[in-house]
């Protein structure tokens, strides 16, 4: 199949969604490929690193018009505006295979549908021990987790590790980790390497114990969590009664912390409120917070999505897109996601076919044929 990768142009975007080092396999595995001119170059990659592996250096209008399938790393809503420019350049009965925000509707889906565009959106894909190399979520949020701590690092007044020196001794910064998936985990095990004294809290009850394997604290809260976990390991939504009485229980713990960070999230939905402002209140001056859930609603009813705001010297950071700041090696592990994705439509022989029986297809299949095949997936076309 020829296989298109165009440069990406949502605002503050610098990943690819290939690097040159899967375009080889993909070669080798019989595949045309086309990048758009200038494609990794925020990435770290050049036109040239990616002819040297067997790709053709191409013109965005001649890689929408010729490609069988289109590789992005936002298409849909999670590219904005440009999303539906780039739907409505799409040729009919195209394939496109991309994060797509598919949780409301936009109108790049109404134009995906009436091209008979195929598209997948990639943050659908189950948990399943077979799709993990395919899971985007975690690769990015992985990264995310670490460039975290290192901006919370970069900002806090204090050191991370302890020291002991000629003139005095230093003790390490006390940092926790609210929300403790793919993200957590990675933030706590990045502190720890940095010398901090980490603590977190999950709703999760099986977290517990990945944390205090990470040589971190487990928070414990008197909370009623049995039922806090739902499907594909991801945290249910609680009612606001409990997230009332987790915001009282992690009062002292917040106050007592010189950076917060906090991940917590619920798939498709608002990001539920844990600090409040009367919490942030209760924090020295020169400590962090760092809302990784900020682009969600945000966990901090203070941050902003892009600013750092300063509120009675605490350093509130909203970071957007950070897997972007990490673009060379962000776009290295989405593109073998992506790779992975594309290699399981096809057979041992080689066949090419769309397989509504197989769970990674038909979960992340947003529209097919003209139609959006998934009944409860029609909500984001109204
Ligand atoms: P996520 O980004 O959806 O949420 C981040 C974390 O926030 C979760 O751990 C969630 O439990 C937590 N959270 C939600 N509400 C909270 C609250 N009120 N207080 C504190 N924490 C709260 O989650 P994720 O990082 O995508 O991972 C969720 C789980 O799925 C993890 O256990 C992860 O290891 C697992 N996972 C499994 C697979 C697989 O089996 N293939 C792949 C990836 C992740």
Same mark, same amino acid.
């Given at each position: 199949m020829v296989i298109g990768i165009p440069k990406e142009l949502y605002p503050g975007e610098n990943r690819v969604a290939c690097a040159p080092s899967q375009v080889q396999k993909l070669v080798k595995a019989g595949h045309q490929l086309m990048v758009e001119k200038d494609a990794g170059f925020m990435s770290g990659y050049t036109d040239d690193s990616y002819t040297e592996k067997g790709a053709e250096v191409v013109g965005r209008d001649d890689l929408f018009s010729r490609a069988d399938v289109i590789f992005t790393v936002r298409s849909g809503a999670a590219a904005g505006d440009q999303g539906a420019k780039d739907a409505s350049h799409m040729k009919d009965g195209q394939m496109v295979i991309g994060t797509m925000d598919p949780y409301q509707p936009h109108p790049s889906f109404e134009i995906f549908r009436d091209k008979h565009i195929s598209s997948f959106a990639l943050?659908? @894909?189950?948990? @399943?021990t077979r799709a993990q190399s395919m899971d985007v979520l975690s690769s990015m949020a992985n990264l995310a987790g670490y460039k975290a701590v290192l901006l919370a690092a970069g900002e806090l007044s204090k050191m991370f590790p302890m020291m002991m020196t000629a003139a005095g001794t230093i003790v390490p910064a006390k940092v926790f980790i609210v929300g403790v998936g793919v993200a957590g985990l990675q933030a706590i095990a990045t502190a720890k390497r940095l010398g901090a004294v980490v603590s977190a809290y999950d709703?999760?009850?099986?977290v517990k114990e990945q944390v205090q394997s990470l040589g971190a604290k487990f928070v414990e809260m008197e *909370?009623?969590?049995?039922?806090a976990e739902g499907s594909g390991g991801y945290a249910r939504e609680m009612d606001e009664d409990f997230y009332r009485k987790q915001r009282q229980m992690m009062t002292d713990v917040i106050g007592d912390s010189d950076v917060v960070i906090t991940t917590a999230a619920i798939p498709g939905k608002k990001s539920p409120v844990l600090v409040t402002g009367e919490m942030v209140d209760a924090m020295n001056p020169g400590s962090v917070i760092v809302d990784m859930a900020v682009e969600r609603g945000?966990?901090?009813?203070?941050s902003r999505a892009g600013e750092t705001v300063d509120h009675k010297g605490v350093k509130i950071l909203g970071p957007v897109n950070i897997p972007s700041t990490l673009a060379y090696h962000a776009s290295q592990l989405y593109g073998k996601n992506i790779e992975t994705f594309f290699l399981n439509f096809f057979d041992k022989e080689g066949n090419f076919s769309i397989d509504m029986e197989d769970e990674i297809i038909s979960s992340t299949m947003l529209t097919h044929n003209g139609e *959006?095949?998934?009944?409860?997936?029609k909500r984001i076309l109204g």
């Open positions: 943050e659908l @894909i189950p948990r @399943i709703i999760r009850p099986a *909370l009623e969590t049995d039922s945000g966990n901090c009813e203070l *959006l095949p998934v009944e409860e997936r």
